[in-house]
């Protein structure tokens, strides 16, 4: 098992940055590659970003492109996700989750993902 605990998560204005973070317990942070996704209220969870379990290899949705970096510090056994330039459409509840080893970065299915948090809350104020 892997536990993951999200946190970060606040108000800011539009145009402003935040960085929400995904501290993990339990098995080997370093094996698991990593993702972030998100859910706006009255919509489905959404693929954001991910990483791979070295943390070489990453890969966006095209909506983050350019505005978000998920990075990762197997030391801390920790996940990032900075965010620039927000807007109120990124408002959400974002999650992290880990996959199975192995596995590449790319636009990940959630259900395809092993263990979740519970998410933090971003709203963007206009």
Known sequence: ???????????????????????????????????????????ERDFVAAISSSGVTTYYADSVKGRFTISRDNAKNTEYLQMSSLSPDDTAVYYCAANTPGRAPSRWSDYAMAYWGKGTLVTVSS
Do not use: D, I, N
């Open 1 to 43: 098992q892997v536990q993951l605990v999200e946190s970060g998560g606040g108000l800011v204005q539009a145009g402003g940055s935040l960085r929400v973070s995904c501290a993990a317990s339990g098995r080997t942070f370093s094996h698991y590659p990593m993702g972030w996704f998100r859910q706006a209220p009255g919509k």
